[in-house]
């Protein structure tokens, strides 16, 4: 190799290969355990003494396939991400991010800007109730199991793939699924980060323990337990209205202690209110019915008579006058709230004509409660009935089935201390819950959180409404949410700048050539391969995706600026006002003036293809000597 093309910073073909990273960590604390260029784990057992647990008696889980599973974490992609600016919302001034594609290859191209800077990861994963869309992870052939996807789906589109009860590996299945995302997913949480997992009871014991495993037992933080719906009587012996939120801390040494805001705080003392006024032989409200007075206070009838409630006019009469109780519930008191009046029988109204309380006594909730209040374990009135009348009022009734209401996605964000300005993770995205979240979260406390959502191209079912509208996907149907959300927030924001945007992204196979190869593969392959290669990228490939690709692997972030300027007749690609500069353009080769005159610009950074030089070993010495004379890192792909 000669000293020019030494001098060359050449872009890495893949994601970062974390088994080779984890074997060089332990050749450097122990150098004595390497025999023939290989670690001998005996060795290293034998160093670590005590210290080193019994191999013929362990605590904990194992399934079959999880050997195949942690591998298919480990293995690098030389994957990409493709640009949609037709797909996106404000392209050009957003930091939030959309990205359709499996998430375990998403994930993976992550790893390289995004290592330890999430400060919130929430995913609302498969229950696996039987009827859960799978992703079966073809261990062998990587990316191939995202691109050949339909192999999941016939060819009308129709699923033909979901996790059976019947399957002898149901709950294999499912753990060979999630474990490879969860380890993925911890590298990317800051050491001050947190993930909170959505599940229902078929697995929150499966998943409390691999999580256990993933992010050590000390930093399995809780599990909430979560009023999931009310007022079902479905089940075989029991009517479920609980699901489950596992909470984990990258490192619980550096974590600070969840706590409530004063919105939750108040929230949280008026639910404790409207409980107390429940019969709890009934269920049901009695005559210690209460209500929020225009002021913020909170008004409770102190005496026996029993109050009526008065709506638009009309009274609401109770259930039974005999039990002298109102079938209220918590659901229904927060949807209806603003419009109710109350009045007690012989005593007069409530409220007088300038809304004033009248013959009443009044408590105040404080909304200055100790800041070091802790949020309970378990999660009331935030439904998924919330979640539903969210997506009814943006026009997208009937398009999801039980989606999570952003106020659940609000209250675990905002638990977490110093998320003002974090970035948010959600590689489940669904319905698009927590992209709508975070946006309508900023607009009420002026943060500017990121987000980043991921989501498979999952075929919608034929028979659904959304299927009938046109929509193909799921996918689809998530980037409807967030333009609608956007636009609704918009429509109320009075010029406070919020980010309401998203750039879009398809995952895709890398679009050059000479990285498109198993890295598994033989060295003499490679060879061969490497050698019938033409050209060292795709014919069909637009000069933004290489762009996009190359920073990717050189580590940047998904929102980088970038424009087209054109220095001395050549089409150059600016990153940051030119603190990087890229010529991705193999037809042109360009002249050594030329190349004077990008340096002139005084970048960090120059890249350039290596096809773009086609094969003119004086011009990449020149080039080399220039950038080192200019100060100037040189990169080529």
Sequence with gaps: MSSSTESFR????????????????????????????????????????????????????????KHNALRAAQLPTTATLVPQP??????????????????????????????????????????????????????????????????????????????????????????????????????????????????????????????????????????????????????????????????????????????????????????????????????????????????????????????????????????????????????????????????DTGRGTLLDQNGQPSKWNVYTVKSNLDSDMRPRDY????????????????????????????????????????????????????????????MALNAIDGGTRQVIQVQLPEPTSEDSDARREGYLTISDLTRKRLNAAGDSLQSTLSGQAVDVGYRSYRLSDTNFSKWRVESSIAANKLEEHLLSLRDSFSENRSSDALLIEILLKQGYSLSEKFRDINVDNLQIKSISDNIILAYLDNAIKPTLMQIRKILDLKPMRFIILDDSLQGDDELKTNLVQECKSSNVELWTA
């Excluded at 074997?23 to 005590?50: H, M, N, T, Y």
């Excluded at 012996?237 to 705080?265: G, H, M, W």
């Excluded at 209401?405 to 209250?411: N, R």
């Design 379 to 438: 999660i009331f009135g935030l439904t998924n009935s919330a979640g539903t009348a969210e997506l009814n009022a943006l026009g997208l009734e009937g398009l999801f089935d039980n989606p999570k209401p952003t106020e659940l996605i609000q209250f675990l964000i905002s638990i977490v201390q110093d998320t003002s300005d974090a970035i948010i993770l959600d590689f489940f995205a669904g319905s698009g819950t927590t992209g709508h979240a975070v």
């Design 86 to 343: 037709e797909f996106s919302k404000n392209w050009d001034g957003t930091k939030n991010v959309f990205i359709e594609g499996d998430n375990l290859e998403v994930l993976k191209i992550l790893q390289k800007h995004y290592h330890g800077k999430i400060k919130v990861i929430y995913i609302d994963p498969p229950y696996n109730t039987g009827q859960d869309f799978i992703y079966p992870d073809n261990f062998g052939e990587g990316l191939d199991s995202y691109l050949e996807w339909t192999r999941q789906i016939n060819q009308e589109g129709k699923k033909v793939s979901t996790n059976s009860e019947s399957e002898g590996r149901f709950h294999s299945n499912w753990l060979n699924m999630i474990y490879p995302r969860l380890k993925l997913a911890r590298n990317l949480l800051t050491q001050d980060g947190v993930i909170f997992i959505s599940i229902g009871r078929e697995e929150v014991q499966n998943l409390t323990s691999v999580c256990n495993q993933i992010f050590g037992e000390q930093n399995v933080i809780t599990v909430f337990s979560r009023e999931q719906k009310s007022g079902s009587n479905q089940g075989d012996y029991v009517a479920p209205q609980l699901d489950f939120i596992v909470a984990c801390a990258r490192s619980r040494e550096s974590l600070k202690p969840f706590v409530l805001t004063n919105k939750e705080l108040e929230r949280d003392n008026e639910k404790s209110l409207f409980q107390s006024s429940l019969d709890p032989l009934r269920g049901c409200v009695n005559q210690r019915y209460w209500m929020e007075a225009p002021d913020g206070s909170f008004i409770i009838p102190p005496g026996e008579n029993f109050p009526e409630i008065i709506k638009d006019g009309s009274h609401i009469p109770p259930k039974s006058r005999n039990d002298k109780v109102w079938r209220w519930s918590w659901a229904s008191y927060l949807a209806q709230k603003d419009q109710l009046r109350f009045k």
């Design 10 to 65: 050449r872009t890495p073909g893949s994601s970062p290969d974390f088994q080779s990273e984890y074997a060089s960590q332990l050749a450097s604390l122990f150098p004595e355990a390497i025999v023939d260029g290989k670690l001998d784990i005996s060795k290293i057992r034998e160093l670590l003494g005590e210290d080193a647990a019994d191999e013929s008696e362990r605590f904990g889980l194992f399934w079959p396939g």
